[in-house]
């Protein structure tokens, strides 16, 4: 990857997406100053040739990550950034963001926009919306409604769009679905919906969700009683993330969870 990556410089349309896949891989193991170099570096490059959607795509797929791992005020101030955009993947990207961070009325905004702008666009009204919508019941503590919501998207969820190179819609339902049936402490729920996704790396890649999965299924496991396999669980997250930013909040929560299991 290194060695592409020094290879695609000076590259229109090469340079910049292999240093968004790299700050990708590096997110994934949780080595996030680094992953926002590479961001910043992709980013520098799109907009010097005038190629402003990949720029904003870079942004708002970094607030995600930001927001996925915790840290809210960054993870907002990026989404800001590209709340324009009038692309849906990046309308998407942001939203969920902002709805990862507990920013429900802006969230639902992008979300109803979305759903009025693409009424008859398959990925959003299957993927991104009930994904949305998800993650906002279990914001405001509807379970069953978090749950539910998803369902519509379960023929398509193993599934990843060729329009673009970047995997918004690669499992997220199944994630968000996860974490609603953390929420509602249904342990033997939440396991499966986590090791479904880490049964599909090939199609989750270098996702956030990859690596938060582990970290997912190890609360499901210790929601089920089951403490010698949460153990691995959490193990097998911080193996993953043995070089990550110690400052990383949902890192340092991790550590903190696998440590009274001891």
């Not at 324009?84 to 802006?106: E, F, H, V």
């Not at 998207?153 to 049936?181: D, H, I, M």
Request: a negative charge.
């Amino acid at each position: 990857m290194a060695q592409q990556v020094v290879k695609s410089a000076g590259q229109p349309g090469a340079e910049d997406v292999l240093l968004s896949l790299e700050a990708d891989t590096l997110a994934h193991s949780g080595r996030l100053r680094e992953s926002r170099e590479f961001t910043r570096r992709a980013t520098d490059s799109a907009e010097r040739v005038q190629e402003k959607e990949p720029a904003a795509m870079y942004i708002a797929l970094s607030s995600l990550r930001e927001a996925l791992f915790g840290n809210t005020e960054e993870a907002r101030r990026r989404a800001t950034l590209v709340l324009g955009a009038r692309q849906g993947a990046m309308t998407y990207g942001s939203a969920l963001a902002l709805a990862c961070t507990g920013d429900d009325t802006r969230a639902r905004a992008l979300t109803d926009d979305l759903s009025r702008r693409f009424p008859e666009d398959t990925m959003v009204q299957f993927n991104y919306l009930p994904t949305l919508r998800a993650r906002l019941a279990v914001n405001r503590g509807n379970f069953s409604e978090a749950i539910e919501n998803p369902r519509v998207a379960e023929p398509y969820e193993l599934g990843q769009t060729t329009a673009s190179v970047y995997g918004w819609n690669a499992l997220y339902p199944v994630f968000v679905r996860g974490e609603a049936y953390l929420a509602a402490h249904q342990g033997n729920e939440a396991a499966a919906e986590f090791q479904k996704i880490l049964n599909h790396r090939g199609i989750v890649v270098n996702s956030p969700i990859g690596a938060l999965a582990h970290l997912g299924l190890a609360r499901a496991r210790v929601l089920q009683h089951d403490i010698v396999n949460a153990r691995v669980a959490y193990q097998d997250f911080l193996a993953l993330w043995k070089d990550a930013d110690l400052d990383i909040p949902v890192m340092k929560q991790a550590k903190a969870e696998y440590a009274e299991l001891q």
